[in-house]
């Protein structure tokens, strides 16, 4: 079983920036990635870290202002946002994936970017 616990989100003006954090209690992760869903929406990829390694995936909506990255020792990932934008308020979901096709998820955290 692994558990997931999100931080970090907020109220920003546009072109803030935050940096959510995804604590990973479980091992033997291959992945850890970020979704996110705005209100009316479906839940929408944002980006993916590999656990071994540090290969990375985007979305092409956030790629160049987001980034993902991972503390192995603290077991967590986290994704600076720069440069906010109105259509990035969403709650961030992380969501890690193991071998054999388990997946679990956070309980999500709320960004609100104000314009």
């Known amino acids: 079983q692994v558990q997931l616990t999100e931080s970090g989100g907020g109220l920003v003006q546009a072109g803030g920036s935050l940096r959510l954090s995804c604590a990973a209690s479980?091992?033997?992760?291959?992945?850890i990635d970020w979704f996110r869903q705005a209100p009316g929406k479906e839940r929408e990829f944002v980006a993916t870290i590999w656990w071994s390694g540090s290969s990375t995936v985007y979305a092409d909506s956030v790629k160049g202002r987001f980034t993902i990255s991972k503390d192995n020792a603290k077991n967590t990932v986290y994704l600076q946002m720069n440069g906010l934008k109105p259509e990035d308020t969403a709650v961030y979901y992380c969501k890690a994936r193991r071998m054999g096709g388990f997946e679990y998820w956070g309980q999500g955290t709320q960004v609100t970017v104000s314009s």
């Open positions: 479980g091992r033997a992760l291959s992945n």
